[in-house]
């Protein structure tokens, strides 16, 4: 294979120059920053003078402006009097080409063979593979590896296209997190990627999927725990993504009562997977947060901590080849860059408090900086820096219009990993003809499509593969906007537009219970009246198109609804609320289901028992009794491995009728009794160890004798030993570390010079 190196920057071409002829000449060069350093990018010392190595990355370029450019470094070359000089170069030329370099830098040069030109590179490349893989970006951007990573995400919901990976892979600043991430998931099979909004963690988590990927694995991005374990298979090499698994923007304990134990079990089941690996990132202080109050995260035996990375704590220098890359990548006004150098402004934003790369790429952009002239944009950059929401206040505010905005408003309530175009536009239409209707703006049948026209590229991404998905451009427009919608009077415009559950469910979750007073809540909440039929009436599921036989997901599970309405009530007293909660109850759509609803119907029979909606319910007595049948129908009906999660739950719950521990009790004789013929139609080791270990839990919890449960263990270990003899793990992609990491001091001149080649190219 040959790589061209066009997506390496002239610094990561620096490093890889060094390291490939370091090894091939077994010689160790000290690294210089790039920029005016005297023709030195790598020096070795030896007692009776220095070998200098010189890297020109001109890839693409012609022939004549290498030729130019040593013509003027021979006088640096001659003052240096080195007692070997070697030359490597990105830029083509042919041997005569070598034969005309030669006496532009005279006697130092030992013979032609110290010219190293792009071919020599990538034989040395073939000769020493592990340097190829030691420069991620390097690698990654092979046309064959990039070919399987495409070829491979290709039916997942976040499908990578070239661009996206090239455009990721060129502005990746390789540091010391990727090694470390992939030991950690050699060694754990798990991997949290913690720290704050804006650091990096998607893009660390997907340089990894990519290598994955590239190494015939199956990307898995989930959206949810019980996307995982639908999926999760121990006869495929799997890595599976959950980005933001804690949330964007809001974490309450009531949600995490729903997600932590079933992290957990997840967690277990990757763990005892041989061919699994499971990539999560969350917010750091939600991360804290969700461990102080939840037993599972919190649990010693599980000891999450060990999984933990937390990223966002970068050198100065990585800092610095952030912004470096992006202003390469982005190809950011030269103007603007020299305008950036010539106001010595480079250190206080390399080292600014708030440095963060999300900031990096929004002010390196050219649809964001269009509007600043070049002489004003060092004092933007600073802004943006001290107050990061202004970077899209004023384009949200001025530059686009109000059906952009509705547009954008209506996909913020809408899922974060990629919307359907045909979801997208019935979810803005009746939106946007609401609010242009209430402010007399004008609308029209084309805005839909006009308004996506213009967003796209400056504010949303458009990827088709299986079908058109939008998603935004870049997170912090997001976040930006958490903080322009939480307006109360705005929120009761957008209510009677909603056209699923869901998009209201998110609505709500965003405002309760922490995003606005109890009193903004209450009026919020009584804006949602007029929904209710239907919250009563929208099926949870629908016929599979083109497979009416089947059926796929289509709108909130019973159990969602019950509990948004309990919240309303509550807030409110109203009784339209306990009505629809009762019609829910006592018809709901679809049946309810073990999977969705059976730790949230235990949850709310609790709390009113407990008189945890603070007031007693007016139609409680039935209410109870149609949960507690409720309950009892999903233990009944519910499947071996969502037992073990009911169990626990009831456990943790107190007032609860004996009905619903007869039900679980009838449940985990079944169990035991049906054991042979459930384990022999299993065939993952992982779930029938989790097996064992539930049924030694249910044991003498439901007194199940001693001898009963030794068989019962012994034939799934039986079982186990089958499943082995065909299998074995699968070893993580290992890629050895790069040994250039921080052996340069970074002071205020190697930051400059390391920028000064961008106003050359």
Same mark, same amino acid.
């Given at each position: 294979m040959s790589y061209d190196f066009k997506n390496l920057s002239s610094a990561d071409f620096e490093d890889l120059v060094r390291d490939l002829i370091g090894r091939e000449e077994g010689l160790r060069f000290e690294a210089f920053c790039a920029g005016p350093d005297g023709g030195i990018d790598g020096r070795h010392a030896q007692a009776n003078g220095n070998v200098i190595l010189q890297a020109k990355h001109y890839e693409g370029s012609p022939f004549g402006k290498l030729i130019a450019t040593m013509k003027r470094e021979r006088f640096s070359i001659d003052k240096l009097a080195p007692i070997r000089y070697i030359l490597a170069t990105s830029c083509k030329f042919t041997p005569l080409g070598k034969g005309k370099l030669t006496p532009l830098i005279g006697p130092s040069l030992r013979s032609e063979a110290d010219i190293f030109g792009p071919e020599d590179l990538n034989g040395l490349l073939r000769k020493f593979p592990d340097i190829l893989k030691s420069h991620i970006k390097l690698w990654l951007s092979g046309a064959g590896v990039l070919d399987r990573v495409v070829r491979a995400a290709a039916h997942t919901f976040a499908a990578f296209t070239r661009e996206d990976i090239e455009q990721k892979v060129r502005v990746y600043a390789s540091n010391p997190s990727f090694d470390q991430s992939l030991a950690t998931?050699?060694? &754990? $099979?798990l991997l949290i990627i913690s720290g704050p909004p804006g650091v990096g963690k998607t893009t660390l988590a997907e340089m990894l999927c990519y290598t994955f990927l590239s190494e015939e694995w199956e990307l898995v991005p989930i959206r949810s725990l019980e996307d995982g374990f639908a999926a999760i298979s121990d006869s495929k090499k799997q890595v599976f993504l959950f980005d933001d698994f804690l949330g964007r923007v809001a974490l309450d304990r009531q949600a995490l009562a729903h997600k932590d134990s079933d992290l957990a079990r997840f967690m277990s089941r990757v763990r005892r997977s041989p061919n699994a690996r499971f990539i999560l990132t969350t917010r750091g202080y939600i991360f804290e947060e969700a461990r102080r109050v939840s037993e599972h995260l919190g649990d010693q035996r599980l000891d999450v901590t060990k999984y933990v990375l937390d990223v966002g704590v970068y050198t100065r220098r990585i800092k610095a080849r952030i912004l470096y890359n992006h202003l390469l990548v982005s190809e950011t006004p030269q103007s603007h860059i020299r305008a950036l150098l010539e106001s010595k402004k480079l250190a206080e934003i390399v080292d600014h408090k708030n440095y963060n790369p999300r900031v990096i790429e929004a002010m390196t952009d050219a649809f964001r900086i269009g509007d600043i002239e070049p002489a004003d944009y060092a004092v933007a950059f600073i802004g943006a820096l001290n107050n990061p929401s202004q970077i899209w206040d004023t384009a949200f505010r001025t530059h686009i219009d109000h059906r952009c905005r509705h547009l954008l408003m209506a996909m913020f309530f809408l899922t974060e990993y990629g919307v359907p175009l045909g979801t997208l536009r019935s979810s803005f239409e009746p939106l946007h003809t609401a609010m242009s209707t209430a402010y007399g703006q004008p609308h029209g049948p084309k805005d839909f499509e006009e308004a996506l026209r213009i967003l796209e590229g400056s504010f949303v991404n458009i990827v088709n593969i299986s079908g058109p998905r939008v998603s935004f451009l870049n997170p912090s427009l997001k976040d930006y906007l958490s903080s322009y919608l939480l307006d109360t009077e705005l929120l009761i415009r957008l209510v009677p537009t909603a056209v699923s559950i869901d998009w209201l469910s998110s609505l709500w979750d965003f405002v309760y219970p922490r995003g606005l007073s109890e009193d903004d809540q209450t009026k919020i909440a009584l804006a949602c009246a007029g929904m209710l039929d239907m919250i009563e009436t929208r099926p949870h599921w629908r016929p599979r198109a083109g497979d009416a036989r089947s059926l796929e997901y289509n709108d909130a599970a019973n159990s969602k609804r019950l509990g948004m309405l309990m919240d309303w009530w509550r807030l409110t007293n109203e009784r339209a609320f306990a009505d629809s909660i009762m019609a829910i109850a006592r018809n709901p759509q679809q049946g309810f289901g073990a999977w969705l609803d059976g730790e949230a119907l235990i949850d709310i029979f609790c709390r009113l028992g407990d008189k945890g909606y603070g007031?007693?319910? %007016?139609?409680?007595?039935?209410?109870?009794?149609? *949960?507690?049948?409720? %309950?009892?129908?999903? %233990?009944?009906?519910?499947?071996?491995?969502?037992?073990?999660?009911? @169990?626990?739950? @009831?456990?943790?719950?107190?007032?609860?009728?004996?009905?619903?521990? &007869?039900?679980?009790?009838?449940?985990? *004789?079944?169990?035991?009794?049906?054991?042979?013929? $459930? %384990?022999?139609?299993?065939?993952?080791e992982s779930s029938l160890s989790d097996r064992i270990d539930a049924l030694k839990k249910f044991a003498p919890r439901f007194g199940v004798p001693e001898d009963v449960l030794s068989s019962a263990v012994s034939d799934i270990e039986d079982r186990i030993g089958e499943i082995e003899d065909r299998s074995s793990p699968a070893p993580s992609p290992s890629f050895p570390p790069s040994n250039k990491r921080e052996r340069e001091k970074f002071d205020d001149r190697a930051l400059r010079d390391l920028f000064t080649p961008l106003l050359d190219r």
């Open positions: 998931l050699e060694k &754990h $099979r007031r007693p319910f %007016i139609y409680e007595t039935e209410l109870l009794e149609l *949960l507690e049948k409720a %309950i009892t129908d999903t %233990i009944r009906w519910c499947s071996s491995d969502m037992l073990s999660t009911l @169990v626990d739950a @009831v456990d943790a719950a107190q007032g609860l009728p004996s009905s619903i521990n &007869h039900a679980l009790q009838a449940a985990v *004789l079944e169990e035991f009794e049906e054991n042979t013929s $459930r %384990i022999n139609e299993d065939d993952s």
